[in-house]
């Protein structure tokens, strides 16, 4: 059964700062590995999407990673704003009919 | 284009009343899924669905019941409410493809 885990719940940083959130995941034989944003009282936004094949993707100040062999990814958001605070959740897709299994989330806030 | 649209957007609810949670997508999307969330946690998911008429339990399905007679709505129904389901319940859609899943505003029910 696929587990995903997210490091740490709760991250507080200065604007301006480059900033690593971090998404593990028990099975490597994943279908892909998808990034969520949700703003408080809000539902989710999807923001990146890292097919199996794929190593990264960007969009924008925002880049994730793909590390199967070690059940790992990351998302990289450079130069972080305050519009950036909110909770971030990864989701791991294992095969193209199966649900997505979520992390519970990091939530993010950056101080001006 | 409205995307996923829930109804209501809270309720409260007494222990062993019932009532249905509306989903509707209007993105003509074949897979819809139910979650819900707790306070720290990230989604579990409730049921989901491939297509009409076809619906398939999720993580945590007991006390809920769906139907999908259309591709547009995915009615999740409460039968006999207790306090454990005191959540907020999100309804999401799914584009096969480009894998993009969009989730509605979501629904914050209380059961006193």
């Known amino acids: 059964k696929q587990e995903v885990t997210q490091i740490p719940a709760a991250l507080s940083v200065p604007e301006g700062e480059n900033l690593v959130l971090n998404c593990s995941f028990t099975?490597?034989?994943?279908?892909?590995l998808q990034w969520f944003r949700q703003d408080p009282g809000k539902g989710l936004t999807s923001l990146l999407l890292?097919?199996?094949?794929?190593r990264e993707q960007t969009s924008g100040r925002l880049n994730a990673s793909l590390d199967k062999s070690s059940g790992r990814s990351t998302l990289y958001i450079a130069a972080s704003q305050p519009g950036d605070s909110a909770t971030y959740l990864c989701?791991?897709?294992?095969?193209?009919?199966?649900?997505?299994?979520f992390g519970k989330g990091t939530r993010l806030s950056v101080i001006a | 284009n409205a995307g996923v649209t829930q109804t209501p957007k809270f309720r409260i609810l007494k222990i062993g009343q019932s009532m249905t949670l509306q989903c509707t997508q209007d993105?003509?999307?074949?897979?819809m899924y139910w979650y819900r969330q707790d306070p720290g946690m990230g989604l579990k998911l409730i049921y989901y669905?491939?297509?009409?008429?076809?619906?398939d339990k999720g993580e945590v399905p007991n006390g809920y019941n769906v139907s999908r007679s259309t591709t547009e709505d995915f009615p999740l129904r409460l039968e006999l409410a207790a306090p454990s389901q005191t959540s907020v319940y999100f309804c999401?859609?799914?584009?096969?493809?480009?894998?993009?899943?969009?989730f509605g505003p979501g629904t914050r029910l209380t059961v006193l």
């Open positions: 099975d490597s034989a994943i279908y892909n």
């Open positions: 999401a859609s799914r584009r096969i493809s480009t894998d993009t899943q969009y």
């Open positions: 669905s491939v297509g009409a008429g076809i619906t």
């Open positions: 989701a791991a897709r294992s095969s193209g009919n199966t649900p997505l299994v």
């Open positions: 890292i097919q199996s094949s794929q």
């Open positions: 993105m003509n999307h074949n897979y």
